[in-house]
T-cell receptor, first 112, second 114 residues
């Protein structure tokens, strides 16, 4: 697949504030998008996903927005907590494909 | 446990040696994936198994890399004649089936080639 990338490699946010993590993708055939959270020494953990027929999906304290026109994906975390400190990856694949293409990741640090 | 497990958690080897990395997927998951994560980078797809179908090896970086999945469950990733550039975290994931099913990741094996 084509590259999936993130706008910023690091994000520092005050505890209690909202966080926004951005991701740009280039593959117009991308059909499915996922956000993963990876804590130090652990494997990626699924946060939320969205299909290309949607532009917004909400979970618990998280919202994913998809703008297919500009090929942009974002993850919003409400009321950021210290436990949210991690590396966040966006990933995508094409319909009927199984291989995920990952971006390089954004490191989120929550300040107390 | 209910999650994907991998062993060993850490492996240090000398250049030129062969290594085997093991993955135990979640019970009932028919799809199994191997990825590689270099320091500070995203994940790079290596190989994919789905049921009894022939695996997709298109992500393997060289013929020194191979993988097997026995009995549709446990998988072993083998790297022959290791090189220093093989140093990375090797992650295994499994999912219920084809396509867009959520992939559950194991903790990874950190490989260091001296």
């Amino acid at each position: 697949g084509e590259s999936v990338g993130l706008h910023l490699p690091t994000l520092s946010v005050q505890e209690g504030d909202n966080s926004i993590i951005n991701c740009a993708y280039s593959n117009s055939a991308s059909d499915y998008f996922i956000w993963y959270k990876q804590e130090s020494g652990k494997g990626p953990q699924f946060i939320i996903d969205i299909r290309s027929n949607m532009d917004k999906r909400q979970g618990q304290r998280v919202t994913v927005l998809l703008n297919k026109t500009v090929k942009h994906l974002s993850l919003q975390i409400a009321a950021t907590q210290p436990g949210d400190s991690a590396v966040y990856f966006c990933a995508e694949n094409e319909q009927d494909d199984y291989k995920l293409s990952f971006g390089a990741g954004t490191t989120v640090t929550v300040r107390a | 446990g209910a999650g994907v497990s991998q062993s060993p958690s850490n492996k240090v080897t000398e250049k030129g040696k062969d290594v085997e990395l093991r993955c135990d997927p979640i019970s009932g998951h028919t799809a199994l994936y191997w990825y590689r994560q270099s320091l500070g980078q995203g994940l790079e797809f290596l190989i994919y198994f789905q049921g009894n179908s022939a695996p997709d090896k298109s992500g393997l970086p060289s013929d020194r890399f191979s993988a097997e999945r026995t009995g549709g469950s446990v998988s072993t990733l083998t790297i022959q004649r290791t090189q220093q550039e093989d140093s990375a975290v090797y992650l295994c994931a499994s999912s219920l089936g084809l396509g867009n099913n959520e992939q559950f990741f194991g903790p990874g094996t950190r490989l260091t080639v001296l």
